[in-house]
C-alpha cells in the first residue's frame, strides 16, 4: 500500500494499552497523518517511549519486556497491513538498549500539535 492510497482523513494510528485497563485495550486513535511514513514513525516513537518509561535501572532486557507487557502500550498503524509499522520487528532491540531523546520523541510527529499550536498562537 503506498502513501498514494492513503484512507479519507489520512492515516491513522490505534494507541493500544497492553495493562488491559481500557475497553478493548484501546485508548485512542489519533488521525490526520499525511503520509504512512509519517504514521509509521509516529507509531515506533511512541511505542519506543512507552517501552523507556517501562524500564528501571537494573532492569534486565526481559524485566523491561515483562513489565512492557504489563504496563505498556502499543501503536499499530490502522489499514497499513504490511506496510505498517509492527512493534514486533523491533521490540528486542528496544528492550536490549536504551533509546536517545530523539527516539522517543513522538510529540514532535503528532499531527494534533498543529491544532494546539494555532489555538496557543491565537489564543482561541
Not at 502513501?3 to 491513522?12: E, K, S
Request: net charge negative.
Amino acid at each position: 500500500m503506498s502513501d498514494l492510497f492513503a484512507p479519507d482523513g489520512g492515516w491513522r494510528v490505534r494507541i493500544l494499552d497492553l495493562s488491559g485497563g481500557a475497553q478493548d485495550n484501546i485508548i485512542e486513535e489519533i488521525g490526520g497523518f499525511d503520509t504512512l511514513m509519517h504514521a509509521n514513525a509516529f507509531a515506533r516513537r511512541y511505542v519506543r517511549d512507552s517501552v523507556e518509561r517501562c524500564r528501571v535501572p537494573g532492569m534486565s532486557s526481559k524485566d523491561v519486556l515483562e513489565a512492557w507487557f504489563a504496563f505498556g502500550e502499543d501503536a499499530i498503524v490502522i489499514d497499513a497491513a504490511e506496510a505498517g509499522w509492527k512493534s514486533a520487528t523491533e521490540l528486542g532491540d528496544f528492550v536490549d538498549k536504551r533509546a536517545g531523546r530523539e527516539e522517543r520523541d513522538w510529540r514532535s510527529l503528532d499531527p494534533r500539535r498543529d491544532d494546539i499550536g494555532a489555538d496557543d498562537e491565537t489564543g482561541e
